[in-house]
């Protein structure tokens, strides 16, 4: 659905305009990544909670960093350099246009400039692509190169605390956690009425920081059998997700959608309905799978989409098309995506994660034993 969300942003704003006006449904489909940190909070909380529910080790802190970025860094650093190529390409283009015919120099834009400077360019090698700290608010968001990327940052944030918050969180009774989730919720409310919902510095490290909290919090209430049994019937499933869709069709009352979301994930997190056996099919496992992969490259594929229209027909990518064939171009899209996610799946994330986790570095000074 990010990928859908993106597309109108980056190739196809008459698309999305016509489809604003039967449903805001793709529109608000940014909130899948709200979705995330609410799901990420409550995983993170399942994988460690053995170590992190009574006590905050210096070891397992650093295994709990390391595991992180071993999932994070590698794809990011790949299609970072990814791009870089496609800049250097990009300038070798521009040269020639500039050479052999400057009347359509304007169509395109300089190579290594703005958002894709060097400084930028460094800036996302040291994950700090969502911040700038030379704009108002501090931490106001500029992203760089890779778009989407600008999320990661935030998340490689709140990891460095989350450990502490899951610890501290254990700490309290459930009636105190579910004040606390409450006013999360409220922190997230104030985000998007004084703020944006979307991204935009000070602003998005609350927000996400409250769905991490959130999902937390949903883990406690997960682990009590009464409520995991209570909640585990598919009419929850099917009601949580069909209200998400409500909101995001409507886009009314769009805080509703964090309880929701936590009801979701609660309800398909307990025994087996007939709503987890539909998503434990083959083909939803694998996009689960390949899903930071996909979430990463889709921009580099739109982006290499725009331009290769531009570099053959010297003209701005088209704005103005036909419905259906804007939809032919999306599912083409679709299809590379998923493709090109695939392998960069099997090639890149999945072999870098295990040779990162069997590296020198990390018996060494990761995972070696205690003395």
Known sequence: ?????????ALAPTWGKALQTQTQLIDNSYLWVDFFFILSGFLMTHIYKSFLRNNIQWKDYKKFIFSRSTHLYPLHFILLFSYFIFEIFKLIHYQFILTIKPQYLSIFQHPFSGRKDIVSLFMS???LQGFDYTRSPLFDIKTFWNQPAWSISTQCLIYLVLPFVIFLLFQRSRKTNLVIYIFSLLAISLVIHFGKINHSGIPVIIRFFSEGVVGIITYQFFEDPKARRFFSH??????SFLL???????GLKIILIVPIFSLLILSVSGKRNSI??????RFLLFLGTISYSIYMSHWLVQDVIKFSWQATFNQTFPQEMKFSSFSILLGVEVLIVLGLSSLLYFLIEKPSRRWLKTSYFARKFIYCPST
């Not at 659905?1 to 942003?9: E, R, S």
């Not at 998400?244 to 409507?250: D, E, K, P, V, Y």
């Open 234 to 239: 598919s009419s929850v499933s099917i009601t």
């Open 244 to 250: 998400a869709m409500i909101i995001m069709h409507t």
């Open 276 to 281: 987890t056996d539909l998503l434990s099919s």
């Open 1 to 9: 659905m990010i990928v859908i969300h993106h597309f109108p942003i």
């Open 125 to 127: 090698l040291l994950m």
